[in-house]
């Protein structure tokens, strides 16, 4: 304990505690980057049914769609 007439001790700052996942990183090329950003497409079938819902060629049909609709994205 500290009296009336002696300083409180210092109080010394703490970090805040990172939580959760990094921030995801932008996937848009600075102004200047030059050439267009190459992506690559991963597919995989993770249940030995063969009627499963989203088959390989659907999840890559899907990949395809959503790349080219990214300005400047490659395949």
Known sequence: MTGPDEPAPPVRPTAPKRRGRR???????????????????????STDDEHQPFSLDAQRAALTKYIH???GWTA
Do not use: D, K
């Open 23 to 45: 921030a995801p990183t932008p996937t848009i090329p600075p102004a200047g980057a030059g050439g267009p950003v190459r992506v690559a497409i991963y597919v995989r079938r």
């Open 69 to 71: 609709a990214q300005p």
